[in-house]
């Protein structure tokens, strides 16, 4: 076990200003949180914490995350898409997540009455990291905003430095573009990158 996802589940996970607060996601689910743990380390994948939560591995190699949302404390797998999933549990975080995938509990019971399909799903991800089994990504970047693309008519340099990244570095930063329902906000959101990708980073690199 890790000292330091101890103190995630007594003080909280520290991303937003509730931290070492009642108001912290992460006590709204200290219970369910605590079960899942205590399943997964059964299943003996090593105890890390990263990214601000805990975090379970296979020699090594990452598998899976137990971490707590607003409405539901979940288990989420790096590699869910590989996972059979034959009872049809598996949720995907978001609309665009090519690999992560989730099991979702707001109850105790739930956990205990499904405690032997988690622990098979588990397991199921465990072997998926001893074969070494890889996701297909898709690397395309998509169509192009139409705010972008004014842009590039504007600075043709930009045209070129965006070209210059990876596809999957312009394919991060064209979902993040387009995800935003306003014109203006895709706009706003351009120019705050343009920076980032002059330098050749990706919209998560620092």
């Not at 990214?51 to 590699?79: D, G, H, R």
């Not at 979902?175 to 050749?200: D, H, N, P, W």
Request: hydrophobic residues 35%.
């Amino acid at each position: 076990m890790n000292n330091k996802v101890d103190l995630y589940l007594e003080e909280g996970c520290g991303r937003c200003s509730f931290y070492r607060t009642p108001q912290c996601k992460v006590h709204n689910w200290t219970e369910v949180l605590i079960e899942l743990r205590r399943i997964v380390l059964e299943c003996g994948l090593d105890e890390d914490f990263k990214w601000s939560q805990p975090c379970y591995m296979f020699q090594k190699s990452n598998v899976l995350l137990v971490t707590a949302f607003k409405e539901y404390a979940a288990i989420s797998f790096f590699k869910g898409t590989l996972l059979a999933d034959p009872q049809g549990i598996l949720v995907a975080p978001g609309a665009n997540s090519q690999s992560a995938r989730q099991l979702r509990f707001t109850h105790i019971k739930d956990i205990l009455d499904r405690e032997a399909v988690l622990k098979a799903y588990i397991y199921e991800a465990i072997e998926l990291e001893r074969l070494g089994l890889k996701v297909n990504y898709n690397k395309k970047a998509g169509p192009i905003p139409e705010e972008l693309q004014k842009k590039f008519d504007e600075i043709p340099e930009l045209k070129s430095a965006f070209e210059a990244l990876t596809p999957g570095r312009q394919r991060g930063y064209i979902l993040y573009f387009s995800q935003a329902k306003q014109s203006s906000t895709r706009k706003s959101r351009i120019e705050k990158s343009m920076v980032k990708i002059f330098e050749g980073k990706g919209i998560n690199d620092r």
